[in-house]
Nanobody, 117 residues
Framework: VQLQASGGGLVQTGGSLRLSCAAL????????MGWFRQAPGKEREFVAA????????NYAEAVKGRFTISRDKAKNTVYLQMNSLKPEDTAVYYC???????????WGKGTLVTVSS
C-alpha cells in the first residue's frame, strides 16, 4: 500500500484547504488513517485520525472545530477539510495509515500548507 497525498498550498488566514490521501493498492491492512504535521523547527504532531471501519474520528485540541477528517471507502481516500486556517497551521502535512490509531506503519510524502497572515 502506498499513500499519495495532495491538496496543499498557500492560503490566507481564515481560508480553507482540503487535503486528500489515496491509499494505492487497497486498504485491506488498514484500520486507521490519520494526518500529522510538522512545522519548521518542530517535531511532527498528530492532527486527526479516522477509524477506517467505523468512521469514528479523533482530533488534536488545536484543530478541533476547524478541521474535519473523513473517508471515502469506495475511493480508498481520506480527506482533511481545514477551515479557519491560522498561520500556526503552517506545516508539512503527512498522511499515515496503520492497523490502529495508535500504530501507523505507512506514511505518505508530505504536502506543504502555508497560511499567510
Amino acid at each position: 500500500v502506498q499513500l499519495q497525498a495532495s491538496g496543499g498550498g498557500l492560503v490566507q488566514t481564515g481560508g480553507s484547504l482540503r487535503l486528500s490521501c489515496a491509499a494505492l493498492g487497497g486498504t485491506f491492512s488498514i484500520n486507521a488513517m490519520g494526518w500529522f504535521r510538522q512545522a519548521p523547527g518542530k517535531e511532527r504532531e498528530f492532527v486527526a485520525a479516522v477509524n477506517w471501519i467505523t468512521g469514528s474520528t479523533n482530533y488534536a485540541e488545536a484543530v478541533k472545530g476547524r478541521f474535519t477528517i473523513s473517508r471515502d471507502k469506495a475511493k480508498n481516500t481520506v480527506y482533511l477539510q481545514m477551515n479557519s486556517l491560522k498561520p500556526e497551521d503552517t506545516a508539512v502535512y503527512y498522511c499515515a495509515a496503520g492497523p490502529s490509531d495508535t500504530r501507523y506503519d505507512k506514511w505518505g510524502k508530505g504536502t506543504l500548507v502555508t497560511v499567510s497572515s
